[in-house]
């Protein structure tokens, strides 16, 4: 996977909480932030998924068996 740079501002207190756990871990800043920016999305897109989900459920009474659609769609 090629890399990039990418320049962030942070505050200097998270910077220093950063490099400090970075450094008692034995991990590199680059994967630490990459692997939070990654989990974060996950977490992020998990939510509007589930916020689909509370909205969509009242439709659920007016749908149909998959097995019914794809037979209306064949025939």
Do not use: W
């Amino acid at each position: 996977m090629d890399k990039i740079t990418f320049a962030v501002k942070l505050n200097k207190g998270v910077l220093n909480r950063l490099k400090e756990f970075c450094v008692a871990h034995g991990t590199k800043y680059s994967f630490f932030v990459e692997k939070a920016i990654t989990e974060t999305l996950a977490e992020e897109e998990l939510k509007e998924d589930i916020l689909d989900f509370k909205k969509l459920k009242k439709e659920e009474s007016q749908t149909i068996p998959f097995e019914d659609y794809l037979r209306q769609r064949d025939a």
